[in-house]
């Protein structure tokens, strides 16, 4: 590992890594590596105290058991929140985005008290979301529609702090009205796309890359394997 290797850390991947999430952590180590960037991935698990200083983190979706330990977890250790305090870019999947929220609430009606990065609260909904979801992104610098999975019982509300990521023209999104999917607050964005997220949306996974790594933009890649997977995706939808 040199000096300027991108490190990805990949976020209690034994906890929270129910839906494969894992796998957008590989789309931005591989996204970096085809143009020659060095990267890696950096697990963090259970027993491990969050590091701050890593310059990328990613965390997968789970059920609500394995969201409640991930919560505890992140509330002991908190490199998380340093990290994205000082601009670190987070992306946070499904149930990532309740336990970075202010609460959420189990299916069983227990409240939990999150880790507090996003204004958002998360409260089970009568019916759970699942199926394809497509939205129009409201994010400056991402263009392209957004495909992905979701699959989750808790509606979230989001709080004057944080904005919609996008708004949804097919699917549930965030599942409470406002026809938004997922939320963005500084450096933190959080999506309810399983996928994995950046596998089937690319402009995504640059725009994270840029953050990390303070660029405008990044050459771009002809990879026509992703494309295809995009356009299949979208069709189906
Ligand atoms: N347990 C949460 C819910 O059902 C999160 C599920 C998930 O991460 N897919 O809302």
């Given amino acids: 590992m040199s000096e300027s290797t991108v490190r990805i850390g990949l976020v209690l991947p034994d906890v929270m890594g129910t839906y494969g999430d894992g796998g957008n952590a590989?789309?931005?180590?591989?996204?970096?590596?085809?143009?020659?960037?060095?990267?890696?991935?950096?697990?963090?698990?259970?027993?491990?105290?969050?590091?701050?200083?890593?310059?990328?983190?990613?965390?997968?979706?789970?059920?609500?058991?394995?969201?409640?330990?991930?919560?505890?977890?992140?509330?002991?250790?908190?490199?998380?929140?340093?990290?994205?305090?000082?601009?670190?870019?987070?992306?946070?999947?499904?149930?990532?985005?309740?336990?970075?929220?202010?609460?959420?609430?189990?299916?069983?009606?227990?409240?939990?008290?999150?880790?507090?990065?996003?204004?958002?609260t998360?409260?089970?909904?009568?019916?759970?979301?699942i199926g394809e979801v497509t939205t129009t992104p409201l994010l400056p610098g991402l263009s392209a529609p957004l495909t992905g999975f979701e699959n989750h019982r808790g509606g979230t509300i989001l709080g004057h702090d944080a904005t919609g990521l996008a708004r949804?023209?097919?699917?549930?999104?965030?599942?409470?009205g406002d026809g938004l999917e997922g939320v963005v607050q500084g450096s933190v964005l959080?999506?309810?796309?399983?996928?994995?997220?950046?596998?089937?949306?690319?402009?995504?996974a640059d725009h994270l890359l840029c953050r990390a790594l303070g660029v405008e933009s990044l050459p771009p890649l002809d990879l026509p394997e992703v494309d295809l997977l995009r356009r299949e995706r979208l069709r189906a939808a």
């Fill in 26 to 120: 590989v789309v931005l180590r591989q996204r970096l590596r085809w143009r020659d960037i060095d990267a890696e991935i950096v697990e963090i698990t259970l027993p491990d105290p969050v590091p701050d200083s890593l310059d990328i983190y990613a965390l997968g979706g789970a059920e609500d058991s394995a969201q409640r330990l991930a919560t505890r977890h992140l509330l002991r250790y908190p490199g998380l929140q340093t990290a994205a305090g000082r601009g670190a870019p987070v992306l946070a999947i499904c149930a990532a985005i309740q336990v970075l929220g202010q609460w959420y609430e189990t299916s069983s009606g227990e409240r939990v008290e999150g880790v507090g990065l996003l204004d958002a």
């Fill in 122 to 129: 998360t409260t089970p909904q009568p019916t759970r979301a």
């Fill in 168 to 176: 949804v023209t097919r699917g549930v999104g965030n599942g409470v």
């Fill in 190 to 204: 959080g999506t309810y796309m399983h996928g994995p997220a950046l596998a089937r949306n690319p402009e995504l």
